[in-house]
């Protein structure tokens, strides 16, 4: 079956008892036993769920795994897969550039347990082999990741993670299971952010976690039912709905992304854009390799002032301010002060995370209203220098 069939059909009969084409949301807490003990495969709506279970088959079959589990947010996923592996003097390595709520639930939450967490730059040759140890037990990445786009070669370091008997655990929210297949690479865990481009409409939080290996994925599922941070029905039905458009929204997000990138790249006011599709991103001959699209995903640094930038991201007309993205309305975001502002300056400083870089999800709009909403907000910075006054916020 092909990924587009698979979004719509897969784990996804019409309802045996009506035929409704739509499966219906099973809006229910618990479930009618047939004798004490005996019921029909659901018992309690944390436990299982059938909405849930649909869903999660499908979410299986995208990333062509057995294993799916749903959360009720992307951090929530996360927290299972870190309290399932994590225990006091246990470490894991982690990139540079990773989601701030990542960063943030690994040093204020797992570093006081007694976990050693280490960020290394992945991209320096050896530096994940020099920062392995016998008590490394996960090895974390996001590619592309969130907010610079950077890339990182999935098998090499699965490889290396496998050497020293760490598990490789994948973000894949950037990505896709359209233009990136983790397990293929080699990674042992997938993780979403369900929230952005799998839901797809910015209506929905949720988190899915993913596995080849049932050994792997039991301790994680069980604390899916055993700490309850489980989506609604209504939830995981919105995102049946939402999948079913994924390839579809997808191939747009892609094409508009590129339009964008290409409009900023070598604009006066832009110091740099983050893109893999371009062939100048440090990452791109290994998107190339590792992935079949580049991403809905552009970030640039603006070659000005933060005031500026907050003017810029404050202002545009199709890109509403605003925290996420993957969604079919197109966001802009100020990671320094919003997405990332839970990493200190300082820190921000020497990850590289520049005050002036700004992250931009198109939607699913028409690429020259995109385009052309950017390029009036970076002549307008122009106008605003040459008459020498402050840009209005
Ligand atoms: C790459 C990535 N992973 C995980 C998360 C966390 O997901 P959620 O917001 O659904 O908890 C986010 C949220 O922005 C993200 O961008």
Wanted: proline share 6%; net charge negative; with cysteine.
């Amino acid at each position: 079956m092909e990924f587009a069939t698979k979004t719509i059909h897969a784990g996804q009969p019409s309802e045996p008892e009506t035929g409704s084409l739509i499966a219906p949301i099973f809006q229910t807490s618990t479930y009618e036993q047939d004798a004490p003990g005996v019921n029909r495969g659901f018992d309690y709506s944390r436990t299982n769920n059938p909405t849930r279970a649909r869903l999660e088959a499908v979410l299986a079959e995208l990333e062509g795994v057995p294993h799916a589990a749903v959360y009720a947010s992307g951090l929530a996923a996360e927290n299972a897969i870190l309290q399932a592996y994590l225990t006091p003097g246990d470490e894991i390595v982690i990139p540079l550039d990773v989601y701030g709520g990542t960063y943030r639930i690994l040093n204020t939450v797992f570093r006081p347990l007694g976990c050693v967490i280490r960020q290394v730059d992945l991209a320096r040759p050896g530096a994940l082999e020099s920062a392995l140890s016998a008590r490394t037990k996960l090895v974390w990445i996001e590619s592309p990741t969130n907010p610079r786009l950077l890339v990182y070669d999935i098998a090499a370091i699965s490889a290396a993670a496998h050497t020293a008997g760490a598990l490789l655990v994948v973000d894949n929210t950037f990505a896709t299971p359209l233009f990136q297949q983790p397990f293929r690479l080699g990674a042992d865990i997938v993780v979403h952010s369900v929230t952005k481009y799998l839901a797809g409409h910015s209506d929905v939080i949720q988190g899915a976690v993913l596995a080849r290996d049932a050994a792997v994925f039991e301790p994680i599922k069980f604390l899916q039912n055993a700490t309850g941070a489980v989506p609604s029905p209504f939830d995981c039905w919105l995102t049946l709905r939402g999948l079913k458009t994924l390839e579809l929204r997808m191939q747009r997000h892609a094409d508009n992304a590129d339009a964008v990138a290409r409009a900023l790249d070598g604009h006066p006011l832009v110091r740099r854009v983050y893109y893999p599709g371009l062939p100048q991103h440090p990452g791109h001959d290994v998107a190339r390799r590792q992935m079949t699209g580049f991403g809905g995903m552009v970030s640039f640094e603006l070659d000005g002032t933060v005031d500026e930038v907050v003017s810029f991201v404050s202002s545009r007309r199709f890109f509403a301010l605003g925290e996420s993205l993957g969604g079919v309305k197109a966001l802009v975001c100020h990671p320094a002060r919003m997405t990332h502002a839970s990493i200190p300056a300082e820190e921000r400083t020497k990850l590289g995370l520049s005050d002036t870089l700004v992250r931009l999800s198109p939607g699913c709009e028409h690429h020259r209203d995109l385009v052309a909403d950017l390029l009036d907000g970076l002549t307008a910075i122009d106008q605003a220098r040459s008459l020498n006054v402050t840009v209005a916020v």
